[in-house]
């Protein structure tokens, strides 16, 4: 088993930044990629980033150029960067993690943190 924990969310203005970071425990010798998911009220949970151990990335269309994972394999942890954060990106975000080494790492969640973007 993986247990995963995230850092607080926040309320941030629209155009600000944020960083999220989680720190994963238990068998982490098993993962093989780390990512993170948001849920926005009313919608459906979405895959924002994911980083697999050999450092390979992939973003949400919506996300790219405005965040940036990444994954420290030594202390097993991930970090999603986000800047011109918009009233759109308000969600519950979600790290992740799995053993395979795909784009939607889904094998463990953590609890979520939400993030709030309004002036």
């Known amino acids: 088993q993986v247990q995963l924990v995230e850092s607080e969310g926040g309320l941030v203005q629209p155009g600000g930044s944020l960083t999220l970071s989680c720190a994963a425990s238990?068998?982490?010798?098993?993962?093989?990629?780390m990512g993170w998911y948001r849920q926005a009220p009313g919608k459906q949970r979405e895959v924002v980033a994911a980083i697999t151990t050999s450092g390979s990335t992939n973003y949400h269309y919506s996300v790219m150029d405005r965040f940036t994972i990444s994954m420290d394999t030594t202390k097993v942890t991930t970090r999603l960067q986000m800047s011109n954060l918009q009233p759109r990106d308000t969600a519950v975000y979600y790290c992740?993690?799995?053993?395979?080494?795909?784009?939607?790492?889904?094998?463990?969640w953590g609890q979520g943190t939400q993030v709030t973007v309004s002036s």
């Open positions: 992740t993690a799995s053993t395979a080494r795909d784009y939607y790492p889904e094998d463990y």
């Open positions: 238990g068998n982490i010798a098993s993962i093989n990629a």
